[in-house]
Antibody, heavy 118, light 107 residues
Framework: EVQLMESGGGLVQPGGSLRLSCTAS????????MTWVRQAPGKGLEWVAH????????YYMDSVRGRFTISRDNTKKSLSLQMNSLRVEDTAVYYC???????????WGRGTLVTVSS | DIQMTQSPSSVSASLGDRVTITCRAS??????LAWYQQKPGKAPKLLVY???SLQSGVPSRFSGSGSGTDFTLTISSLQSEDFATYYC?????????FGPGTKVEIK
């Protein structure tokens, strides 16, 4: 089955770090840009970061630039998000998403919850 | 950054009704616009891309239109499975941004 599966979420204190992973199945991972999108509890969707097929281009939303790092391992069909200096406002469900046409999110994982709280 | 707005923020409708949701961009995005449907506790689902192209497997009662700054998503005859929240997203330039969502509820 064509799918994405996130892992790595959990409870972390403000200032702490967490690494999210996303594993792709049954599609040619190297063909697609990949993205992380988050959704705070009861709120809307927020684009977080974007990475090109070969990892040579990366883009971030302003509030996470310098704290979060998106990366990928094409040999393992895996996408990652290293999150440092976490803030309470980073609390959200984090989704990984495949980019159709490099811009639209045509396949989503189920999401993983990150809670930043003391 | 390009700001996206949607109206209405919520709409109450009955089965079989025609529902139209509007999305407006703070600057032109050409046709780089998508619509997503999200049900509670689930991941979003892509419905329309390129402003008017229907994603594979999406029922034909959904349609999108517009270009530049003004866009619409229309559900021609509302079905029970369509009660959800709908988001627009601009893909013209980084950061990609979403609208705040429109919740379609049962009247």
């Amino acid at each position: 089955e064509v799918q994405l599966m996130e892992s790595g979420g959990g409870l972390v204190q403000p200032g702490g770090s967490l690494r999210l992973s996303c594993t792709a199945s049954e599609f040619t991972f190297t063909t697609y840009w990949m993205t992380w999108v988050r959704q705070a509890p009861g709120k809307g969707l927020e684009w977080v970061a974007h990475i090109k097929q070969d990892g040579s281009q990366k883009y971030y939303m302003d509030s996470v630039r310098g704290r979060f790092t998106i990366s990928r391992d094409n040999t393992k069909k895996s996408l990652s998000l290293q999150m440092n200096s976490l803030r309470v406002e980073d609390t959200a469900v984090y989704y990984c998403a495949r980019n159709g046409w490099g811009r639209y999110f045509d396949l989503w994982g189920r999401g993983t919850l990150v809670t930043v709280s003391s | 950054d390009i700001q996206m707005t949607q109206s209405p923020s919520s709409v109450s409708a009955s089965l079989g009704d025609r529902v139209t949701i509007t999305c407006r961009a703070s600057q032109g995005v050409s046709s780089w616009l998508a619509w997503y449907q999200q049900k509670p506790g689930k991941a979003p689902k892509l419905l329309v891309y390129g402003a008017s192209s229907l994603q594979s497997g999406v029922p034909s009662r959904f349609s999108g239109s517009g270009s530049g700054t003004d866009f619409t998503l229309t559900i021609s005859s509302l079905q029970s499975e369509d009660f959800a929240t709908y988001y627009c997203q601009q893909a013209n330039s980084f950061p990609f941004t979403f609208g705040p969502g429109t919740k379609v509820e049962i009247k």
